[in-house]
């Protein structure tokens, strides 16, 4: 339970290193760090992929068009990244077929060397097939060299290019097709690598509802945000983990630094079959007329849209805007114009800010999106290492990355690589369908093929470990056939849960298909509250700010 993980910190605040940011990087660093043996704590202010982590575009992808930008480099890392979790993390992540529509044939092969040169927008100019033929055969050339063997692109034209996406444009002259990656649920993958982290046997500590609010006499200055009880902590390492906010973390160390400029990148999900049907099960990715890239991604059944990238400023929360809604509704027509969306078929809407470096005038679009890290002495004892940039592809290497510079400070031996180690339920995962169904077979008796399938989906292989807990006789919730009483407990008991948000949110997808009410939620809280010792009036609260933040943030019909 979350009070535990806390009590544990407090108990013992002492580490050789914290981390500061409970987002992918910061907990993949985490679990790094464990299997090294080391004493490492971490702690997160909201709960575990709350920020940008869990607003992603939900891609696992080698960066296509990183390659106009000139990094090749990151190219190269993302590419074998995408292909090392396909194996390590196949419960999540999963092959995505992707088209690109494409309307012209030359356009486009004058401005991307002059983008490539200074870095700036410039004037919109559609890419043409030639310019996107060759930079997706040196995609696949960065495909061939990680080890992976993935289908070589393919490239139609005339009707056959329509063939199989009969809604598109007429004028689409040519589709080019490859495959990249999806992360099907990023919250849950992030919680995987928390608990193995935890699962390693040194005594490796992790909280979420708790913030660094200072740094004082050589020690951090920790806050419990639900008690608003405060601690000091000791580490001779600190890691800044917190990506986007990582310039305001510095300023409560008594710091001033301009290292991030981050980026706000927003999406719709649209309960809307007759787009679900328009994209093929594929997803649609493309140049908007603005020269902006985006994508059509079909879903969990859902059709997610996006993204923006816009400034921001990071003391005001991220939300996805009507001019952003009315934006992705022109984007959809670019493609697909006989197809009519509005708002109504909205069920969920998001936003995040990306975690990029300072960029003065370059072009959003061409900031890069490679990671770097700022080194600050504290004391003669604490270093602070701050992660500037990431993106989710590339969170296992760049765990290694940030975890041997602390090996380097604290001296000591990396004794594991993450390479090749499966995360959490992806262990032993069956990769066919009919492997799939036989899984489910096998455990129908217990809980029936329906609860069975939804497991397996949420929690790959580690689902056993849930139905071990859920007993013979689960009690499936009335008003909603994906939970039962059991699962909420266990979920208290093994993920932390703290705020009737998180179950929505990030413990499982029900928010994110719009499929939450007021009747389930009420019926949720009553089951939280009673392991969580809430009172009438928290549990009543509790709903109230959930309904709140659905409502009013992800723009989700919850009445």
């Excluded at 043996?37 to 575009?57: F, K, N, W």
């Excluded at 290019?161 to 490859?178: C, G, I, M, S, W």
């Excluded at 890691?239 to 991030?260: I, K, S």
């Amino acid at each position: 339970m979350i009070r535990e993980q806390l009590e544990r910190l407090r108990e013992r605040p002492e580490a050789q290193v914290l981390i500061v940011g409970g987002g992918i990087n910061g907990v993949a660093t985490f679990r790094y760090l464990a299997m090294q043996g080391i004493d490492v704590a971490l702690v997160e202010r909201g709960d575990y992929c709350q920020g940008a982590s869990g607003a992603s575009s939900h891609m696992i992808h080698g960066g296509i068009r990183y390659l106009e930008n000139g990094e090749f480099r990151l190219v190269h890392e993302s590419v074998r990244e995408r292909n090392t979790l396909l194996e390590i993390a196949p419960h999540y992540v999963k092959p995505l077929r992707t088209t690109i529509p494409i309307f012209s044939t030359f356009s486009g092969l004058f401005s991307a060397p002059l983008r490539f040169l200074t870095h700036r927008q410039g004037k919109a100019s559609e890419r043409g097939a030639l310019l996107i033929k060759a930079g997706l055969v040196m995609y696949d050339i960065f495909a061939g060299i990680s080890g992976r063997n993935t289908p070589w692109h393919n490239f139609t034209w005339g009707q056959a290019a329509r063939k199989d996406l009969p809604e598109l444009r007429q004028d689409v002259k040519y589709t080019a097709t490859y495959f990249d990656a999806s992360v099907h649920n990023p919250e849950r993958l992030t919680l995987d690598l928390l608990r193995d982290g935890l699962a390693e046997p040194i005594q490796a500590r992790a909280s979420n509802y708790v913030s660094l609010t200072g740094f004082r006499d050589g020690r951090a200055q920790l806050r419990d945000e639900l008690t608003g009880e405060e601690f000091d902590f000791g580490a001779d390492v600190i890691f800044n983990a917190t990506g986007a906010w990582v310039d305001l973390t510095t300023e409560q160390l008594g710091m001033q630094t301009n290292w991030t400029g981050g980026t706000k990148g927003s999406h719709i999900v649209l309960d809307h079959p007759e787009l679900l049907a328009a994209t093929g099960g594929r997803e649609i990715f493309f140049e908007h007329s603005d020269g902006r890239i985006v994508l059509i991604y079909p879903l969990l059944d859902r059709v997610l849209v996006g993204t923006t990238d816009l400034e921001h400023d990071m003391r005001e929360p991220a939300v996805c805007t009507e001019e952003e809604v009315e934006y992705f509704f022109r984007l959809i027509q670019h493609v697909f114009p006989n197809i009519t969306v509005d708002r109504k078929d909205i069920v969920y809407r998001f936003s995040g800010v990306r975690p990029l470096p300072h960029h003065d005038d370059t072009a959003p679009g061409f900031v890069s999106r490679d990671y770097q890290v700022k080194e600050t002495r504290l004391t003669d004892r604490t270093v602070m290492f701050s992660l500037i940039g990431g993106k989710w592809t590339t969170f296992r290497a760049l765990a290694e990355t940030l975890g041997d510079r602390a090996l380097k400070y604290l001296r000591a031996d990396r004794i594991h690589s993450t390479v090749g180690v499966h995360i959490g339920g992806g262990k032993n995962f069956p990769r066919t369908q009919e492997d799939m169904d036989r899984w489910v077979q096998q455990r129908a008796s217990q809980v029936g093929e329906f609860r069975a399938g939804v497991l397996l989906e949420r929690y790959g292989t580690r689902a056993d470990e849930v139905l071990a807990a859920l007993g013979h006789e689960e009690q499936v919730l009335q008003h909603s056939p994906e939970l039962s009483v059991q699962e909420l407990k266990y979920l208290v008991r093994e993920e932390q849960v703290a705020k009737l948000a998180d179950v929505f949110i990030r413990r499982t997808d029900l928010a994110f298909r719009g499929l939450v009410n007021r009747e389930l939620a009420e019926e949720v809280a009553e089951i939280l509250g009673a392991e969580l010792d809430w009172s009438h009036t928290q549990t009543h609260e509790q709903v109230s700010e959930c309904l709140a933040l659905l409502s009013q943030q992800h723009d989700a019909a919850v009445l």
